[in-house]
């Protein structure tokens, strides 16, 4: 499995968002210019993190982006759900107990041509839990501590400072 950019790009964002303005708003601008991400596809990824409440955003000269909750309570699963709409490793699908579809939905949703019979959904299922219970178990502040850590500098947002 392979994440795709808008979630690894959404973790480095967000992360970025809590490291360097914390509870201030933070400008696209300045998170695109850190993390190298296109102001453009940014706009898009936030707008789907808005949809799953992580986000919230302010208009105005001293607006941006901000974390919806505190950066102990987003985890990168959150944020991954968020931009990918779902954690599972493979796209196979255990089908009804009869073995055969009841709907074309339900028929779109299988793609093992192995039906119930397959030993390896269960491994890729196991496999897909514990991935989004890892996930789950690192939060935007998990991930500020390895930042600070590493010796990561904060820049300081010059919307706030004031000369004397």
């Known amino acids: ?7 690894r790009y959404g973790v480095r964002a967000l992360f970025d968002m809590a ?8 400008q696209i601008k300045d998170i695109s210019r850190r993390q190298r991400i ?5 706009e898009q990824i936030f707008q789907d993190l808005k949809k799953a409440g992580l986000l919230k955003s302010r208009r105005g000269p001293k607006g941006g982006y901000y974390l919806a ?3 102990d309570e987003i985890t990168v699963r959150d944020i991954v759900l968020a931009a990918e709409g779902e954690l599972q ?3 196979c ?6 073995g055969k579809p009841k709907t074309e939905t339900e028929a779109e949703d299988t793609c093992c041509e192995f039906g119930n019979s397959c030993v390896t959904q269960i491994l890729w299922a196991e496999a897909s839990k514990k991935l989004s219970d890892y996930f789950g178990s690192i939060t935007l502040k998990d991930l ?3 930042g600070k850590e590493l010796g990561l500098e904060k820049e300081l947002d010059h919307r706030f400072m004031y000369f004397i």
């Open 19 to 26: 490291y360097h303005a914390g509870t201030l708003p933070a």
């Open 1 to 7: 499995m392979k994440l795709s950019t808008k979630s």
């Open 89 to 91: 490793l493979v796209d």
């Open 144 to 146: 500020c501590h390895r």
């Open 93 to 98: 699908r255990k089908q009804n107990r009869g």
């Open 38 to 42: 296109s102001p453009r596809y940014l």
């Open 69 to 71: 909750k505190a950066a």
